[in-house]
């Protein structure tokens, strides 16, 4: 008897029986996109360049793929359960704050990140790093419980070890935006007030002209890039699990995650090193792009190693089964 396939509906129940806070956040995060795209059609305002609700849109639309998806990574953790109610309910709770508190800064017409130009805006801005770091913390209690349980597809839990630690490494990279700009620090030394404390552009104020959906600097270093690209190896390394385990077996598979797992940190890796010395995403330097170069002569040799180690285990299983 075959088994029936899975729908939506047959998904979302299932995480909803497991874990019904990240749930409860992710559905809730998908209709608050739904609102603030009705809020990016109708209010004509801009903040720091960019539409008013373009920002809330898009930490809802990332914080409901990320609650979703951690809600299902808890379904491959059934002996986990303190750990899945600890990290769980902190996550969705603080992933609501975080993305209610950008919203309420959208309405009221300013910004959310690095803005401490009133007392509110500087509470408001350090209430979401505190909860950012808890979170963080919270999810290397996952990881430990990824690193300890036992999967029978080998390939998916190593892309899962992987993805989760590169996506807390990806988060914590958020630390290189809190820090104080030297123009910051210099209108500090000369007004004695800073308004703003930290930027996701290397080179030049936040704002100006973006790439298009996401504002990212066209013109200079954005430290958005990195994280936002190390935050979703949580998604991108199982999906090459289950791409590979469908057309290879699990061993190929496993060698598989391995590669992609080695590209994706290199990868990380230059992006931040190209933001950090202010350089454009479409526009690297030199040395960026030596790296890259590395990078894709690196990634290509790890493919070919696998597709040779896959056409001898081959060979050898028909050497065997002839013998």
Known sequence: MKPEPTTVRTLLARLWRTDKPLTSAGLLMLAALAAFAVGLLVDPRTIGGAPAWMKPAKFALSTAIYTLTLAWIFTLLPSWRRTRVLAGWTTAAIIVMEVAIIAVQAWRGTTSHFNVSTPVDGALFGIMGAGI??????????????????????????ALRAGMVITIVGASSAGFMTQPTAAQVAELRETGHM??????????????EGLIGTGWSRQHGDLRIPHFFGLHALQVLPIVALVARRRRPDETAVRVVRVAAASYVALFGILLFEALNGEPVLAPGPATLALLAAWALGTSAGIGSVAR???????????????
Request: hydrophobic share 50%.
């Open 195 to 208: 308004p703003r404390v930290g930027a996701h552009t290397v080179g030049a104020p936040d704002g100006g």
């Open 133 to 158: 770091v808890l979170q963080t913390l919270s999810t290397v209690l996952v990881a430990i419980a990824l690193f300890r349980e036992p999967f029978a597809q080998r390939a998916m839990g190593a």
């Open 309 to 323: 180690w896959s056409r001898s285990a081959a060979t050898r299983v028909s050497a065997y089964a002839g013998a």
